[in-house]
């Protein structure tokens, strides 16, 4: 049985099904002041917990000419205000282990990146912080292998953790094996299933394509198979986006889904 972890109102292993979504990456204070009200007030409606997702700095972009977001210090400052304003918790990515403890003064959870999660240096820092560590399974690595990821975070004495189900890589593209939300349990902690990334197509082109039509069959399945909390880019206008275009569920379709994955959670864990 996974622990429970609650970052403010915000449980994951307990009895309500917590949504992390935001766009993929900061656009500007407005658009992520936004996009935070908006899907606040959707997720209050239907009684889901929500925090607050969105990146200062998208490093593995494929191409040098993408848009990478604010800097740290700019994209911090946008993430307090949301904090501040809308009243929600808040979760990022972390790149480089001097980025925890200045990142950490701000967020409520640090995030640490799929192709990241074997990075010792990086995980120790983010664990030192104290704060709630979510760490994004890698598309390369056996779902049972996380559990040593877990470890290093946990060496430093913060036992907060996460694991994120995100896809796994399948010749150039990506596959989701229901089987890995178990098999990750298993370690004691929560897992959230990322039903975004999940649906990436990163063999196309100069910028990662993807299948947004299948968000809601792997959401519904990743439930379905017990995972403890649902991470979604959300975007108010998907095909405008800088980042991640593809594979954004639309705002304005996500109360619909949302009220269908939660009747799936909670018949799985009546």
């Known amino acids: 049985m996974s622990k429970t972890i609650k970052i403010e109102n915000v449980e994951?292993?307990?009895g309500n099904l917590p949504l992390i979504a935001g766009p993929c990456v900061i656009e500007s204070r407005d658009h992520s002041l936004h996009m935070a009200e908006s899907i606040s007030s959707i997720a209050d409606s239907i009684n889901i917990p929500f925090i607050f997702k969105s990146s200062?700095?998208?490093a593995n972009r494929t191409a040098s000419d993408s848009f990478r977001g604010p800097d740290m210090d700019e994209g911090l400052s946008i993430l307090s205000d949301v904090k501040k304003e809308i009243g929600v918790p808040v979760i990022t990515d972390v790149h480089l282990p001097d980025q925890c403890n200045t990142v950490a003064e701000v967020v409520d959870i640090l995030q640490i990146p799929a192709f990241l999660c074997r990075q010792t240096d990086l995980l120790l820092a983010a664990?030192?912080?104290g704060k709630t560590i979510n760490i994004k399974k890698g598309q390369f690595?056996?779902?049972?292998k996380m559990t040593f990821a877990a470890e290093k975070v946990?060496?430093?004495?913060?036992n907060n953790i996460l694991l994120t189900e995100r896809g796994t890589s399948f010749g150039y593209d990506l596959v989701s094996d229901m089987t890995a939300i178990p098999i990750m349990k298993s370690s004691g902690y929560p897992v959230v299933f990322d039903a975004t990334h999940s649906c990436q197509l990163?063999?196309?082109n100069s910028t990662t394509g993807g299948h947004r039509e299948m968000i809601p069959v792997l959401a519904k399945s990743a439930i379905a198979a017990g995972a403890d909390g649902l991470?979604?880019?959300?975007?108010?206008?998907p095909s405008s986006s800088k980042s991640d275009a593809s594979t954004q569920w639309p705002l304005d379709k996500l109360e619909e889904l949302l009220i269908v994955v939660?009747?799936?959670f909670e018949s799985v864990n009546a």
């Open 231 to 237: 991470f979604m880019e959300v975007h108010d206008n």
């Open 202 to 204: 990163p063999g196309a």
């Open 12 to 14: 994951f292993g307990g």
């Open 127 to 129: 664990g030192e912080t």
């Open 262 to 264: 939660k009747k799936i």
């Open 56 to 58: 200062f700095d998208k």
């Open 141 to 144: 690595l056996a779902p049972g």
């Open 154 to 158: 946990s060496s430093t004495g913060n």
